[in-house]
């Protein structure tokens, strides 16, 4: 387009595109570009961000992303023991089946890699009977993985756009031969056990997990299921590197959580209707009850050929968590929040054009999380409730938002839900607001209950959560004013530099800072 004032910027907004956000930007400004910008960077430019990122991910490398952070094969396997621990296989049937609605209706990296160490340690314990993996080795194993996950999360948004697809498609297809495998291969009839366990036994007969009544511990089972679905919000972190995110990334977001969905529950029907024995499984020496179960119906070189596909998806879904958190904690960071440490973490990479510096900050806190692996198994298990409840309550709060405050006066997206989206709102919130203290119940109560029993959830999420909570009382309130604009921008018809803008968002002002455009560049928000 020529450039009629001669000074190289083009100014021309798509209203259509603009329309479908409200603008951060006071009435009468305008954002001042040194280009022209594509649809998706005039949404990003009326949020007051300037684009940073390349838009090399589509509908498909951004479902990939998400169907590979949420990792069904890996997930399951890390998460078993909770699955069935509490309520057995009806809390696989049933919990699963229920939670997943509810899920639908709602919607990290250290607690994939340590199932993935895990994985690898119990493959060793099969080949050696007499190797008990320790938790040292665990630790050092897991922060291995995550270095390197950091490094491939490093690398430029094309190439992770790629490694992603190609994760995905091994998750899906690995998904698929071992729903197939496990019923074809299982070794049942030779114990003098029917191939399968009668539906009434898997749908009604629940393990006494719990010192609490069948109801609440089917509720608590619904901690796996949340933690293995949880991860299908990835799309919206990925959407500053989406071409077309505003339909793009609720696409995404919405094929994952059906597709994940459905094979995830048919996963844990075929592991309900041919466990042997779930003491065995959760007690097992192997330290990971997946394995043990594996162990109990498989032969051994089935079993490692399983565990084998499971640990090259878990590698896929940890790379893939990372590379989601990153963004996140970038987006974090691009608005301050972390204080100095801002300025660090927001920067990107000049060659990659990709937010590095987030992606090693959250490898080093990830690290440090692990830590729990010396508290036990329970310590650990904190992880995995920190990501349910920290992804629900992050998600809920905007939907509780929508639905009880802003009403009418909510302006949808191009790709919405219409009518169902306050019923569908309310069930969210309703959900959340009874599954977070659920979370945070231990198994045993009374004289039973001591450090080793105990549910850390409450210290391991409360206790950061109390932290900034503090922090903001006394010290963040004075300089965290909500999200930071970016962006250039000025006032129509301001004269700046001697020239002036025009009505129709053109302007002939030079690029050179003056004090009356950084006064409005501080971030007026409407």
């Known amino acids: 387009m020529a450039d009629p004032h001669g000074d190289g910027l083009q100014r021309r907004q798509k209203p259509g595109a603009v329309g479908q956000v409200t603008s951060v930007l006071a009435p009468g400004e305008t954002p001042v570009f040194d280009r022209e910008l594509t649809a998706d960077e005039e949404v990003l430019a009326a949020l007051g961000y300037k684009p940073e990122f390349k838009r090399e991910f589509s509908l498909w490398t951004s479902f990939c992303v998400s169907f590979a952070v949420l990792g069904l094969l890996p997930s399951f396997a890390s998460t078993l023991y909770y699955g069935m621990g509490y309520a057995g296989t009806p809390g696989m049937a049933w919990g699963w089946l229920i939670a997943m609605f509810f899920i639908q209706c709602v919607t990290g990296a250290p607690s994939v890699d ?106 608590m089972s619904f901690v796996a299921v949340i933690w293995t679905m949880s991860g299908y919000d990835a799309p919206f972190h990925l959407s500053e590197e989406c071409s077309n995110a505003n339909i793009a990334s609720p696409r995404a977001i919405v094929l994952t959580s059906g597709v994940g969905g459905l094979m995830g529950w048919f996963l844990q029907l075929v592991v309900a209707y041919t466990v042997v024995d779930i003491d065995a499984a959760l007690e097992s020496d192997l330290g990971l009850p997946y394995a043990a179960y594996l162990q109990q119906i498989l032969p051994d070189n089935v079993t490692l050929a399983i565990l084998a596909l499971t640990i090259i998806c878990a590698f896929s879904m940890g790379q893939g968590c990372m590379v989601a958190a990153s963004r996140v904690t970038f987006a974090y960071a691009r608005d301050d929040c972390f204080g100095p440490l801002s300025r660090m973490i927001k920067k990107v990479n000049r060659h990659t054009r990709t937010p590095v510096n987030a992606v090693w900050f959250n490898a080093i806190i990830g690290i440090v999380m692990t830590l729990l692996i010396f508290g036990g198994d329970l310590a650990v298990g904190a992880l995995f409730s920190i990501g349910a409840i920290a992804a629900f309550v992050a998600f809920t709060l905007p939907i509780f938002i929508r639905v009880f405050f802003v009403g009418s006066r909510f302006r949808p997206g191009p790709w919405n839900l219409g009518r169902a989206s306050i019923p569908i709102g309310v069930s969210a919130c309703a959900f959340v607001l009874l599954m977070v203290p659920i979370l945070c119940l231990p198994s045993v109560t009374g004289s039973d209950l001591d450090a080793t029993t105990m549910n850390w959830t409450c210290l391991v999420w409360g206790g950061p959560m109390l932290f900034v909570m503090i922090w903001w009382v006394v010290d963040a309130h004075k300089w965290f004013k909500g999200p930071k604009v970016n962006i250039e921008h000025q006032m129509l018809g301001r004269a700046l530099d001697g020239k002036v803008q025009d009505s129709e968002g053109s302007s002939t002002r030079s690029m050179k800072d003056t004090k009356a455009f950084e006064d409005k560049k501080a971030g007026d928000i409407a």
């Open 114 to 219: 340590w199932g993935m160490a895990s994985m690898i340690l119990s493959a060793a314990s099969i080949r050696d009977p007499s190797y008990v993996p320790q938790h040292y080795q665990t630790f050092l194993l897991t922060t291995l993985i995550m270095l390197i996950q950091g490094v491939v999360s490093s690398m430029p948004t094309r190439w992770l756009a790629n490694f992603n697809s190609v994760g995905s498609t091994f998750n899906i297809i690995a998904l698929v031969i071992v729903i197939i495998m496990i019923p074809a291969a299982n070794t049942r009839a030779d114990q003098g056990l029917p191939k399968f366990t009668p539906a009434s036994v898997v749908w009604g007969n629940f393990y006494e997990g719990t010192v609490f009544p069948n109801g609440v511990s089917l509720l």
